[in-house]
DNA sequence: TATGAATGAGTATTCATTCAT
DNA sequence: TATGAATGAATACTCATTCAT
């Protein structure tokens, strides 16, 4: 009589957890609308009213999501603000460990990624708060002197993240690069430019 | 008396180019799922077997704006193909100008963009003919000794795309910049670099 | 200007003939439901709307095929009932021979027979009479001491329709035996039965 | 109070075999394509959701209708099979009680038998595979000398059934006759034929 | 006589969600 | 904690039929 009622030997939370990371998988493969709640809690082997136990219904669980998410970037984001003073040589790989420790958080939640970067309606405000939060470093290393004075750090920042996101779902997610591999492509693109130029760094 | 809502005898044709434009516009509005058939007809004052006279499904219609916004980009790619002969002082204008023109397109097609680009199962096809394209026109320019040797041209393609797509979706479309403008902005920032040098071009 | 309003050359009654015919078909390969209007005018090459100019709808066209149907029956019933004086020894023939005219009209008429045998909502209607018919003539020829006078001659007209319509339907429109050798076949049995007797005719 | 409407928690099995039989007397009734979901379910007090939690769609509840009666005939088709040696006195009741056994079976399932004789698009293979059944048995006994032995066993089982189908139709589905009289006026006229002939029995 | 264009009225089907247990 | 059973509300799609020319 001690197991009536956990019929899976699930507590509660287990069964929680185990829907908010199979939705997780649904969503990032087919899309919002093409996920089904039966889908998902067939694969959980739950039934439906399970479902709207722990979720208010199916758009909560994906707005969950788009919030473990967003928080997750918060505190990545959190890290990489505190710098202390720069030095010049060091500047290039702070940043491209920056973008090294973004990437590595992407790759290691993949159906999270494409679930606030693509699939959420607040993408775009998730993608901006990055945004700001990268121009804010690169006026702070304008006016360090690092890069040139007139540089545009919004262009900057924006292509960064136009960077970040392509090379995301074509390089790092199929697995064909890794972070730091990208990451330093990148930096050194944006950094260097194309032109030939006798000798730096 | 002659106007009155869109009369019987109309052209098919344009009933059909009709229902077209709107579907581009609603598609991209509200996405594949949220935008209904009798939203479509609705707004264009037309009955819902109407719509299946001049398209086989909703997918249907959502294909033939797919197809549409990958014909014209072919051709734009075309025509970016043909260059001749490269002189130093005229690449970067010249690469400015070819994504001056790809924005241009985007700007005087907002719905089908964000369908190509967005919306449709293929935007990873179309957008990887697109990198593969300015890659070739890149590898042509590193050959011609315009760029350093060791340019990773496929990273800057695709670093590109990606540029000109988040541009695309925060500056362009909502008006922000022009094409010109922006064009500008990324090639000289892909071109030249973050870092600050005495003096080039 | 003489040919203005007849396009393909066809007279208005060549026209409805040629509906009229198609439907048949249609009719009787797939069925009343599974007939589209669309499909018939298609195939005789002409557009709804001439359709409809022939006929109210699509149930009047089908009526239509069934009285056909129902009219050349009438005028069989009326030959066969037309009968002198029986003999014996031709008794058996004449059956035979009505038999035979019968199936020789299913047979030059397959798809009116589908209809007014299968697919009708008469078709119950049609039988009866047909059963009615041949009950008279059977009641004759029994008076006349042809046939045994406990005969039921309603089982009898019952069971010749019956049998009739199963022959018709998977040896005769199949093709695989002739009006003549059914008829035979179908005459023989009912009257001489399944046991072995010395001798008999 | 408790049995109002059909509570919520009826057992599935129920529902299903209630959608079953009413869509069974609906389907014999008007045909497929007159039948329609919406009508079943309403008339089980149910609702059309519920019509897909227990078939995939409108065919599949028809076919598993025919599927119901063909496998229904079959047994009895089993049964009939199993004949001892057979003395000639027997064979005449034995051939009636086999008929009257199958009309039996229609007479306690009309719906069923509408369905699978009449309406099913296998109707025609149901048929065959009964007429092949009769065929063999008829072989059989003519072999035994029961029979002719120039009887054309395949025209006469084609005939019985001809017969069977006819007067289920006309007399036995409208309750005119009991199964037994019907087949023993089958049997007797098929088996002695309509001549009058000294004695037999 | 003929039709291009259009539609009213349906009809099967799906899905997120809930009730009673 | 869990679910068997059920449904409200919507939506794509079809077809016979008609209007204006």
Known sequence: M????RPKGASGEESRALLLEIAAKEFAQHGYHETKVSTIVKSASLSQPTFYLYFKNKESIFEELENLFRLRMMDLAKKSRLQPALEQATVKSRIIHNVKELLAFFAKNPNLT???????????EIKAQIVKQIKENLDYEVDAGYFRKDLDTHIVAESLIGIIERLTFVQLLPKQKKPEEIATDIVNLLIDGMLDRGSHD
Request: proline share 0%; glycine share 14%; aromatic share 6%.
């Open 114 to 124: 494409r679930i606030g970067l693509y699939l959420s309606t607040k993408a775009d």
């Open 2 to 5: 001690a197991e009536r009622g």
